[in-house]
């Protein structure tokens, strides 16, 4: 078998505050092979964005980072310096943050810092970088696509800066592309084409793709593999048929009972809901931090939860496969 492109082991992010450490991301694991998209789900705040931002080395000063493994073809991400950092952004790997607003420099036209990236890490010309540019432009929808390289973020929508963000996470072609809600400031019609476009430029260049999202239904539609993400720690992962097709995590099944099915969901009915609020991360961390929220909850939830599940199909949880039903969660 073909050795990961990306390869992670307990990935943890720890953030000093007031009242003590917040346990931000705790013992994140997971591979990623070339041309694979893995989609990373699950509540604002359980942890998927700064998981991101510790793989591009981009965290704050004060907030810290460790990982038994955290290798990118080769290349250990947890001691490579910055110039070895800057070598992969935007080269080998890219990132289209989520808020597309205040992404892009406004000092800046946009034809100056699409360009930029192919400039600094490959060997063209101006010319050559702008007339790459315009052709990912144009292959993002966006039309006239010469005429936008002239002007500054203030001018264009904010479904346009994404597709600007999205044209310049391309450039360089990367092997690796983070998408952190790429499609948030696009219109429902228009974000399907958006994330087609990556699932097939991705398959194309047998590029591979980190989607992080809370839908599910943009998950059902690109993934091959889920994680499910709670409270900083992955509770589910595994293939997109796997997860889908028999969840195994008390959460997993939640948010799915969250989502309306076409023709099996009644018109006027009740969607499901997951009760009680996400724990707080400060301090200590013990047992499983959703035992709050479930109803399968058991003394020994308190105690260090095993992972169980077979293959690449693995959660967290004391109920062994099986044991709960999709109707057993609450709507």
């Known amino acids: 078998m073909d050795k990961p492109l990306l390869s992670v082991r307990n990935l943890t992010i720890d953030i000093p505050v007031g009242g003590g450490t917040l346990h931000a991301v705790r013992g994140i694991d997971f591979d990623l092979n070339r041309g694979e998209t893995l989609c990373i789900v699950g509540e604002s705040g359980s942890g998927k964005s700064l998981t991101s931002l510790a793989l591009m080395g981009l965290l704050g000063k004060n907030i810290r980072r460790s990982a038994d493994r955290m290798d990118f073809d080769g290349t ?15 080269g ?12 892009l420099n406004p000092a800046y036209t946009i034809g100056d810092q699409l360009t930029e990236a192919l400039l600094l890490h490959r060997k063209v010309g101006r010319e050559a970088a702008r007339a790459r540019a315009v052709e990912l432009l144009e292959k993002v929808g966006i039309t006239a696509a010469e005429s936008r390289l002239s002007q500054y973020p203030h001018q264009l929508s904010g479904g346009l800066r994404q597709r600007v963000m999205i044209a310049m996470a391309l450039m360089c072609e990367p092997e690796l592309i983070i998408a952190d809600e790429p499609t948030t400031a696009l219109d429902v019609t228009i974000q399907a084409q958006i994330l087609r476009l990556l699932y097939d430029l991705g398959r194309e260049m047998n590029m591979a793709m980190i989607l992080i999202t809370h839908d599910l ?39 799915l009972r969250c989502i309306p099915l076409p023709g099996k969901t009644e018109r006027g009915s009740e969607l499901g809901t997951i009760p009680g609020i996400v724990p707080s991360l400060i301090g200590d961390v013990e047992g499983c931090a959703f035992r709050t929220r479930c109803p399968h909850a058991l003394p020994e939830c308190r105690a260090e939860i095993p992972r169980r599940g077979a293959g690449e199909h693995l959660f967290r949880c004391v109920h062994p496969d099986g044991a709960v039903s999709a109707e057993d969660v609450p709507a």
């Open 92 to 103: 080998r790997i890219s990132m289209i943050f989520q808020e597309p607003m205040t992404s």
């Open 217 to 255: 239904g943009v998950v059902a539609r690109v993934a091959d593999k889920v994680a499910v993400m709670y409270a900083g720690e992955l509770v589910e992962t595994g293939s997109a048929q796997e997860v889908f097709g028999a969840p195994a995590h008390p959460y997993t099944r939640g948010l």
């Open 76 to 90: 250990d991400l947890i001691t490579a310096g910055p110039r070895k950092m800057r070598a992969l952004r935007g």
